[in-house]
């Protein structure tokens, strides 16, 4: 009894606060009118997305078969056909550039990251970064002028090296943020167990970040597969299978680009096709990406 009358005096001089869910004060219905038009905005932002791959599959889908992952490209009033030199090229032109953008980039990274000065990291963040900005035409054309105008021919090696220029960027970017992300007191353990500078980068500073080195280069390696305009000029298109890195040679981009506008609808049909397998294979990157960086732990 004596307990019910001290819980009853300590109920009547502290009140448990009654909870109020009214959606009539101004600030809740200020919250729930900025919430619905945050919503209305994300759908606004991604329509045009969802029209554009929709637009494609629609259009590209009645084509996809076994032919069009075998066969060759045809020619103008030629039934058939497929994209399959298209196909390989693109993996020629983008390895070539993955391989000449990743070892340069991840060097400069480290270089930023690990050895480089205040004002002189500035610098090479503003280059890094005004290089980013830079039209993919004017890379191609820059690409022209050092490869193409110096080998007397179009070539798969042209392509790539264009392209590196545009990935290189991405990849000094990401790869920097990435190993500035590791713990200072990994490196110090290092240092402190005998280890030099060097090995400290090479065996435990940069398999730490490796997870989110691979994310950029993935985003990199996407951002290249799908450029047409440095293509143009330097690899410029072939019909035939690619026959060597130092000849012109066919990719998705540049098919998409030439058969787009020709009046022919096989072509045309050809194109809706590529353009599907290219968007899938950019997503198909993206989500990859996306994938390692959730597994990727400091």
Same mark, same amino acid.
Not at 161 to 183: G, K, N, W
């Given at each position: 009894?004596? *307990?019910?009358? $001290?819980?009853?005096?300590?109920?009547?001089?502290?009140?448990?606060?009654?909870?109020?869910?009214?959606?009539? %004060?101004?600030?809740?219905?200020?919250?729930?009118?900025?919430?619905?038009?945050?919503?209305?905005?994300?759908?606004?932002?991604?329509?045009?997305?969802?029209? =554009?791959?929709?637009?494609?599959?629609?259009?590209?889908?009645?084509?996809?078969?076994?032919?069009?992952?075998? !066969? #060759?490209?045809?020619?103008?009033?030629?039934?058939?056909?497929?994209?399959?030199?298209?196909?390989?090229?693109?993996?020629?032109?983008? !390895?070539?550039?993955?391989?000449?953008?990743?070892?340069?980039?991840?060097? @400069?990274?480290?270089?930023?990251?690990?050895?480089?000065?205040?004002?002189?990291?500035?610098?090479?963040?503003?280059? %890094?970064?005004?290089? #980013?900005?830079?039209?993919?035409? $004017?890379?191609?054309?820059?690409?022209? !002028?050092?490869?193409?105008?110096?080998?007397?021919?179009?070539?798969?090696? @042209?392509?790539?090296?264009?392209?590196?220029?545009?990935?290189?960027?991405? =990849?000094?970017?990401?790869?920097?943020?990435?190993?500035?992300?590791?713990?200072?007191?990994?490196?110090?353990?290092?240092? !402190?167990?005998?280890?030099?500078?060097?090995? %400290?980068?090479? *065996?435990?500073?940069?398999?730490?970040?490796?997870?989110?080195?691979?994310?950029?280069?993935?985003?990199?390696?996407?951002?290249?597969?799908?450029? %047409?305009?440095?293509?143009?000029?330097?690899?410029?298109?072939?019909?035939?299978?690619?026959?060597?890195?130092?000849?012109?040679?066919?990719?998705?981009?540049?098919?998409?680009?030439?058969?787009?506008?020709?009046?022919?609808?096989?072509?045309?049909?050809?194109?809706?096709?590529?353009?599907?397998?290219?968007?899938?294979?950019?997503?198909?990157?993206?989500?990859?990406?996306?994938?390692?960086?959730?597994?990727?732990?400091?």
């Amino acid at each position: 009894m004596a *307990t019910n009358n $001290i819980e009853d005096r300590y109920a009547e001089e502290f009140p448990t606060p009654k909870m109020e869910h009214s959606y009539t %004060t101004p600030r809740t219905a200020i919250g729930l009118a900025l919430t619905v038009l945050a919503f209305l905005l994300l759908g606004v932002a991604l329509l045009p997305l969802f029209l =554009v791959i929709g637009f494609v599959i629609v259009k590209g889908a009645n084509r996809l078969n076994f032919e069009l992952f075998t !066969g #060759s490209i045809p020619v103008a009033l030629q039934p058939g056909g497929g994209i399959a030199p298209a196909i390989v090229g693109t993996l020629i032109v983008v !390895g070539i550039a993955t391989a000449i953008s990743i070892p340069f980039g991840v060097l @400069a990274a480290v270089y930023l990251s690990e050895f480089s000065s205040g004002r002189i990291a500035r610098w090479i963040r503003f280059a %890094t970064n005004v290089l #980013s900005g830079v039209p993919s035409i $004017i890379v191609g054309i820059f690409a022209y !002028g050092v490869i193409v105008l110096t080998t007397n021919t179009y070539s798969a090696v @042209a392509g790539g090296f264009a392209l590196a220029i545009l990935m290189l960027p991405i =990849v000094v970017r990401t790869a920097d943020e990435s190993l500035q992300l590791v713990p200072q007191e990994i490196r110090w353990a290092s240092v !402190g167990v005998g280890a030099s500078n060097f090995q %400290t980068v090479l *065996t435990v500073v940069l398999p730490a970040a490796m997870g989110a080195i691979a994310t950029g280069v993935t985003l990199a390696i996407a951002r290249a597969a799908g450029e %047409t305009a440095p293509l143009i000029f330097t690899a410029l298109f072939s019909q035939y299978w690619p026959r060597g890195i130092w000849e012109p040679v066919p990719t998705l981009s540049v098919l998409i680009y030439n058969f787009a506008a020709v009046p022919y609808q096989n072509q045309q049909e050809i194109a809706w096709a590529a353009s599907l397998i290219l968007v899938l294979l950019i997503l198909l990157a993206s989500i990859l990406a996306r994938w390692v960086a959730s597994r990727s732990t400091y």
